[in-house]
């Protein structure tokens, strides 16, 4: 099961979490999500845990502690941003409206 750590330091702390969940089950994974851009953390990750439940006593246990000196926001399901699905979605549809007001524009010429 991944769960999801938003609130992340910007600093090296893959160790530290692994730390922080292993005290509560196995850890298959500690990945520290960064822009593919630029290389620096974006403040969020996901840890792989194999036991659903020993991940879910882990979220239970360490919702809102501190690793780096910032408090973790755990979840089991990646929360995907509405507004960017939203915001590609619209971009779609405004594309298509804008291509069909120029199809219209050129069929009234």
Known sequence: MNVYVNNLSH???????RIAFEAHGKVASVTIITDEFNGKKRGFGIIEMPNED?????????EGSKV?????????????????????????????????????AERRK
């Open 11 to 17: 600093a090296e702390i893959s160790g530290d979490l």
């Open 68 to 104: 780096a000196g910032r408090n973790l926001h755990l979840s089991d399901r990646r929360n995907k941003s509405s507004r960017r699905i939203n915001r590609d979605r619209r971009n779609d549809e405004e594309r298509k409206r804008a291509g069909n007001r120029r199809k219209e």
């Open 54 to 62: 020993e991940a879910k006593s882990a979220i239970e246990a360490l």
